[in-house]
């Protein structure tokens, strides 16, 4: 290796020189820590949620041109920089500065809540105007569809942006009529400030104006380092070499110095965009002591057009060949680029842009990965690859025979693959590509296909036919019999039927197959087939060469579902015009940090600048499900670079457990363990690479303990629970079960849920060196139970401890328990280090310790009648609460005192158990067991709808409390009027009626694709059933020159609660907003704080400010009477003067909530939430895709105190509900170890989920008497409005089957994953995928 490079970039317009640049580093913890750019958030480290996204900016040679282009910045490793400009979020705008209108328009339109995914969503747009100032729609959600967001639900930061757009989009801005005609920015309107409804003169639209946006001004950018245009123009085409710690890195410039390179170093992999070695070696550990950059040869990125088609070099980005492509199929015959359409298919929704413009063609097909896309629709296309060592070139056919294993090709391995020659398509030959995985975009995919069929000229007959499959094995299969057998045949059913035939035997998938889903992969594999069939016929049908056929209704098969960008309205009654202007409650405020969070200037935990000394630590978990610990031996790591030392329970000077409510957890396990993923030890390290490598070298020796255990049902047979066990009974259930006319006996299954918040937990312990005084910064919901429990730990009491909570990145409910458990460990390392420790879990640690939402099984026995009328339920709840109680027992009466939801039905019992299992602990989780026991309910009230043939609608309102004084089953009083309302208005306003009749038409004129429809009503109960938590404190200092700080004992997630907060304090002391702030949540200022959970946060935080500033009124009351005409300032001094407090605390005590669990009876909550949901989605009973189409949501929020911040809830909780009942799948194998563990295995929602249309309207003329300014709570109730979507695809999947003469009572668990749509939609196809005969195989995984 030669001397080390200087690694020569710019970050933000200033030059960055690196002598000793570590090939192993990446841009992510470049930027955070060296330059302390900490705008750039960590979500994942793999690619797979877009936080870290930043622009780099190159300048092409052979283009003479910059381009700009977005990139995963925790992906991209330093020293592949050289010679590049990358601009973060900090370096377009700032508060200080000026904001760029990228960041002012998300932050004003309200689409940045905990604001952790807002500068990637910032820097995504700003590349997308760098390149293209008037984006259309479809560019802005290409933009973002490699951005996930955990809070909004999109639509609001899709309505900041969608001001960028070309001025013929309807809602688009022209940016000061540059395009001519009047513009938006002049007028000020979103939209009418009113709609045509019945109080059109009180109903606004307008969530935020739009007559103060800043201008798009190009020279407010960056402009690209003129010394970098000299320094590419100059380049001296000598390699460059980068020595680190453990790994060195030479980046040829010369494709012969390459070649010789790969022939010294065979072993070395050569990486370019390091999207599939990156996260092997930063992820998975994956050790390469050398590595090859090739992205600097010229000859690998070369693209040309010759008289047969594409030559794409193999370092060109995915981005690069879907731009060629789409230029072509633009410019060129259609019959010629059918390959390219195909491609383009696949292309489009292949990862997310970040991700094309680094991926490689050539490490595509190169990284021999199955759920790659490309492969199968290459071999298809019959390309060609060219291969290059020092020994020469040969070309290879792209075939099955090309790859020899997972993961492994048959070039040689000093060989380099040069480039690929995609041919145009001849005049008779028809191709396709498809794909399906757990989400539309940015998802591997289960199965990949690329099928190309060549007809002789004039004909019907098949002259070649190529059938490609990825995800059937561990290489790309080619089915060899049906490609051969169905040559010289007729393209006609008879062919279909032989094909399909065929394909059965041809294409073998093991039930072992890694992934597991091997029915639903063999059924795709033969609907694929299927659809190309059908596309073929209409094909040859148009050039008159076919006269097979087929009836109308199966053309639906043919159209793929088109992504569209989130539309809709969002309306909310405006306050009285008799409200002073300057009093901004109930009217749309921006979040109070939104700004600071589009610019990156907001502060989470990991952003804080390292304290002298820090250190870093990491968790060592158990890797056995039920154990002994025989010995724990850290020896090895402590001999690691860096390692400091190693804690476990035997450090902890205080108590080593976390003792809720009585209920002992060990911090660190101590004799036995009883999950995988409980915490043993802890290395603490330097930092934190140091901290990950070495935590792998401490060994655990168990001995495996029986039983062990994980799902329900197992718990089950084991009769394992937690204590105590819950009933609540009315009326008397097996009396009018006897009565009934029918009875129902069924269970529903519905899975659990990660919380998946973009900020990954942690905290940083910062000893004080006196009186074991300890400061945490710590992303908590709940900080004085993690003070609590830090003093426990340390045996110091809570006076000495000192948690501070600027923001959460998302909390959820899952930012309540664990943390406190990490904080106190942390806090022990310090202790015993003397030194500040840092804890920031990855995101695969963190799903792994922290566990989620709990899975639930609900078994019922159900009474009903003809019309639907339901007279006795019976359910019980089964909860896993995993291998500790934590929060399950609180959830599990949640979920039991939730069971009516809106329906009186007179004789209902319900009764609660939580299984105990070799599980990590389930947690609170937004909603808090109310979607579950929800669901049960509805699930019920679908099921009695599809046996009585009515309409499920029909059933919900027969069956809705209607009675002003009613009462729940457990017996609490309410006044379901507003639910009602809610109701009402939700169908009127979706049009239900209508809408159901036009489905059931779409439905029988379209076989394969089908329609659902489907409302719930719900009331949701708000508050603490354990009535001591139901309280509120409030710190308010009236500073000498007129400002004011609040402090609560609330924490800012997102919710906006200082925001709220904030318009509070300023109605009671009548002082602008602008001179008000809340700086952080500190257990020192306002003390023994209740969580914020519940829903409860504004209603307990907002009464306690309030009554703090009602105090500070009344103390300056006297001097405002005396000197009416004086201002703010001089009543304060005056008041400063006459030795008047200016401080005072409030506090607001909570209803007595209680529930008396041996009579099953009690107030359980405080008041409760209403709202209704409309939705309706399509599948495709082919595959098992579903797109959302529509939601409407009515909600009740009381008198909304911000009703941007509100809408903000109801929409996001909704997009969260739509993951929780459709998408993220949890998996845990056979041994209970969690197998989804970061962003590309567990999917939540993405752009591509949220409805095209969804609509949300908050409640005219409601008010609950009982909250803050007549307001209701409203975080955790819109989640189970997911629920529609769950109901909505039953509906659909029940035409289906109805339509094939199957019952359309069947069973479908949630959430209603393409694999179960698909299966559920039995057809001809299904039945040739016969399931795995081996019933010895273990299965993939466990339905927990
Ligand atoms: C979050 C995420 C989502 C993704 N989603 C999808 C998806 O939906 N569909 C899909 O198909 N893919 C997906 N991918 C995979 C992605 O497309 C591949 O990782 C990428 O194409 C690999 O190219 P690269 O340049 O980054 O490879 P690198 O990581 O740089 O290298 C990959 C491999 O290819 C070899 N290699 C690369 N070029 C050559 C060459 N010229 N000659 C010899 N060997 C070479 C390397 O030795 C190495 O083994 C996703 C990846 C990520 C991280
Ligand atoms: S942190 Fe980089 S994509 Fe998630
Ligand atoms: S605002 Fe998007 S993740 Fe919180």
């Known amino acids: 290796m030669s001397s080390p490079s200087e690694l020569i970039f710019f970050v933000n317009g200033k030059k960055v020189v690196e002598k000793n640049a570590d090939p192993e580093e990446v841009l992510l913890s470049f930027l955070r820590r060296k330059v302390g750019l900490t705008g750039t958030k960590y979500g994942c480290g793999g690619g797979g949620c877009g936080a870290c996204t930043v622009m780099v900016s190159t300048y092409d040679r052979n283009q003479r041109t910059v381009v700009h282009y977005t990139v ?83 639509r609001p930061i899709i309505d900041g942006f969608k001001t960028f757009c070309e001025s013929e989009q309807s809602s688009g801005c022209c940016q000061n009529g540059r395009a001519g005609g009047e513009c938006c920015l002049e007028n000020g309107a979103k939209g009418s400030k009113t709609n045509n409804s019945k109080e059109s003169d009180q109903i606004s639209q307008e969530l935020f104006p739009m007559d103060c946006f800043l201008p798009l001004d190009p020279s407010q950018d960056l402009i690209f380092p003129p010394e970098l245009m000299i320094m590419e123009k100059k380049v001296s085409g000598d390699a460059l070499y980068f020595q ?15 070649l010789e390179l790969k022939a010294e170093h065979p072993s070395a992999p050569l990486i370019v965009g390091n999207t599939t070695i990156g996260p092997k070696m930063l992820l998975k550990g994956v050790y390469h002591p050398l590595v090859i950059y090739a992205g600097r040869i010229s000859e690998l990125k070369a693209v040309t057009w010759g008289e047969t088609g594409l030559t794409v070099g193999a370092a060109c980005s995915l981005s690069t060949l879907q731009k060629e492509v789409e230029k072509v199929v633009v410019e060129t015959e259609e019959e010629k680029t059918r390959g390219y359409r195909a491609l383009l298919q696949t292309l489009r929704c292949l990862a997310g842009k970040q991700i094309r413009n680094m991926a490689t063609v050539g490490g595509n097909i190169l990284s021999a990965n199955p759920k790659y896309d490309l492969s199968s629709v290459l071999a298809a296309l019959d390309c060609t690859l060219h291969v290059i060592s020092k020994d020469g070139m040969r070309s290879i056919p792209l075939d099955e025979k ?240 860096g390692m400091v030392t190693f804690v476990s329970a035997g450090d902890v000077p205080g108590a080593n457990c976390r003792l809720w409510f009585n209920n002992p957890e060990e911090l660190f396990a101590e004799e036995e363990v009883v999950c995988v993923g409980q915490i043993i030890g802890a290395v603490v390290a330097e930092s934190r690479e140091q901290a990950r490598r070495a935590a792998k070298e401490v060994h655990v020796t168990y001995h495996d303990l029986q039983p062990v255990f994980f799902t329900i049902e197992d718990a089950i047979r084991h009769e394992s629970y937690f204590e105590p066990k819950r009933k609540v009974e009315r009326g008397d259930v097996d009396e009018a079960l006897k009565t009934a006319e029918h009875i129902l006996e069924d269970e529903i299954y519905m899975g659990g849920q990660e919380h998946f918040y973009m900020e990954t937990q942690g905290v940083i312990a910062v000893p004080k060196g006196e009186h074991e005084e300890m400061d945490l910064f710590v992303a908590t ?83 009903y009648n003809n019309d639907g009328t339901i ?98 089953h457990h017996k609490q009083p309410f006044n379901p009027t507003d639910m009602v309302r809610c109701w009402d208005e939700c169908l009127e306003r979706a049009n239900y009626q209508d809408r159901l009749r036009a489905v059931q038409l779409f439905n029988s004129s379209n076989r394969w694709k089908k329609r659902g429809i489907s409302a719930v009503p719900q009331k949701f109960g708000v508050g603490f059933s354990k009535g001591f938590c139901n309280q509120g404190a409030a710190l308010v200092n009236i500073y ?84 009416p005409q004086n201002t703010w300032k001089q009543w304060v001094n005056e008041a400063f003067f006459q030795k008047t407090s200016l401080s005072a605390t409030g506090f607001f005590m909570g209803p007595p909530t209680d529930v008396d669990w041996e009579k099953g009876e009690g107030q359980a909550y405080y008041y409760f939430t209403f709202g209704a949901c409309c ?102 109730p819109p989640v189970f409005f997911g629920s529609t979507i769950f109901f909505a695809i039953k509906a659909a999947i029940a035409a289906a089957r109805t339509e094939r003469g199957l019952g359309d009572a069947f069973p479908l668990s949630s959430p209603a994953t393409a694999e179960k749509i698909r299966m559920a939609c039995q057809d001809e196809f299904t039945k040739m995928a016969s399931p795995p005969t081996d019933g010895a195989m273990a299965p993939w995984c466990l339905d927990v």
């Open 72 to 154: 995963i910045a925790c992906l991209q490793p330093i020293v592949t920089l050289h010679g590049a400009a990358v601009v973060t979020v900090e370096g377009i705008g700032s508060t200080k500065t000026k904001l760029h209108p990228v960041q002012e328009r998300i932050a004003k339109a309200h689409g940045s809540q905990c604001g952790f995914c807002t500068p990637g969503m910032v820097m995504s747009m700003y590349t997308l105007l760098r390149n293209k100032p008037q984006p259309t729609m479809e560019d802005i959600r290409e933009a973002l569809g490699g951005n996930l967001c955990r809070c909004t639900g999109y």
């Open 244 to 258: 680190g710690e453990r790994v060195n890195l030479v980046a040829p410039f010369k494709l012969s110095h390459l």
């Open 402 to 641: 090309l790859f020899a294993d997972f993961g492994k090709t048959v070039l040689r391995p000093e060989e380099v693959l040069l480039s690929i020659d995609i041919p145009y398509t001849k005049p008779w030959e028809f191709v396709a590509a498809y794909r399906q995985a757990q989400r539309r975009e940015f998802a591997f995919s289960f199965l990949n296909a690329g099928m190309k069929v060549a007809i002789k000229e004039g004909t019907d007959v098949v002259e070649s036919l190529s059938i490609y499959y990825g995800g059937v094995g561990p290489t790309l299969v080619k089915p060899k019999l049906t490609c051969q057998q169905l040559v010289s045949r007729s393209w006609g059913e008879d062919l279909l039927s032989e094909g399909c035939r065929l394909l059965k035997e041809d294409v073998d998938v093991s039930p072992s197959i890694h992934g597991g889903r091997a029915e639903f992969r063999k059924t795709l594999a033969i609907s694929f087939f299927f659809k190309f069939y059908m596309q073929v016929v209409l094909e040859m049908r148009e050039r008159g060469v076919s006269d097979a056929d087929f009836p109308l209704e199966y053309l639906s098969a043919l159209k793929p579902f088109k992504n569209e960008v989130p539309q809709g309205q969002q309306s909310f009654q405006l306050v009285s015009e008799a409200q002073p202007s300057a009093d901004l409650v109930g009217r749309p405020s921006m979040h109070q940090s939104a700004f600071q969070q589009a610019t990156g200037e907001a502060k989470y935990y990991d952003d804080l600048p390292l304290v002298q000394g820090e250190l870093f630590i990491f968790m060592v978990t158990s890797t056995r499900a039920h154990a002994k610990i025989i010995n724990i031996d850290p020896s090895e790591a402590l001999k690691m670079p």
């Open 781 to 863: 919901q709940h900080a004085a139970f993690t003070q609590e429990l830090v003093g426990m730990a340390l045996g110091v009491d809570s006076n000495k401890i000192t948690c501070h909570v600027k923001r959460l990145g998302g909390g959820f409910g899952g930012k309540v328990m664990k943390i406190a458990s990490l904080s106190a460990i942390t806090a022990v390392a310090a202790h015993k280090t003397g030194r500040a420790v840092r804890c920031c879990l990855e995101r695969g640690d963190d799903m792994l310790i922290t566990s989620g939402r709990h899975p639930f099984l609900g078994k019922y026995k159900v009474g």
């Open 871 to 968: 007279v006795a339920a019976d359910i019980t709840y089964y909860s896993n609460g995993g291998s500790t109680l934590d929060e399950s027992a609180f959830i599990m009466d949640k979920a039991v005192l939730h069971m009516d939801n809106g329906y009186k039905i007179p004789n209902l019992r319900g009764r609660g158990v939580v299984c105990k299992t070799y599980l990590p602990s389930y947690t609170a989780f937004r909603g808090f067991g109310g979607p579950q026991g929800l669901m049960v309910m509805e699930s019920v009230l679908h099921e009695v709808a599809v046996r009585c043939g009515l309409p499920a609608e029909k059933v919900r309102d027969i069956n809705m409390y209607r009675e002003e004084q009613s009462y729940t």
């Open 1040 to 1123: 000498k020159d007129g400002s004011v700080l609040v402090t609560h004992g609330g924490t800012e997630m997102g919710q906006g609660i200082n925001t709220k907060a904030i318009q509070i304090a300023s109605r009671v002391l009548k002082v602008p907003v602008s001179s008000i702030f809340t700086k952080e949540t500190c257990t020192g200022n306002v003390p023994n704080a209740a969580p914020s959970a519940a829903s409860f946060g504004t209603d307990a935080v907002g009464m306690a400010v309030k009554d703090a500033c009602e105090k500070l009124m009344r103390r300056l009351q006297p001097l405002m009477e005396k000197n």
């Open 1175 to 1276: 939705s309706e989605v399509e599948i495709d009973c082919l595959t098992g895709d579903h797109k959302n189409i529509r939601t409407d949501i009515v909600m009740d929020v009381g008198k909304s105190i911000n009703p941007a911040l509100d809408i903000g809830q109801v929409e996001g909780g909704f997009v969260q509900g739509v993951g929780l009942y459709t998408i993220e799948e949890l998996q845990f194998s056979p041994d209970g170890v969690l197998m989804t563990r970061g962003p590309s295995q567990y999917k939540v929602p993405a752009l591509c989920d949220v409805p095209a249309e969804l609509n949300v309207h908050l409640l005219a003329n409601a008010e609950n008497p009982h909250a803050i300014y007549l307001s209701k709570g409203i975080g955790e």
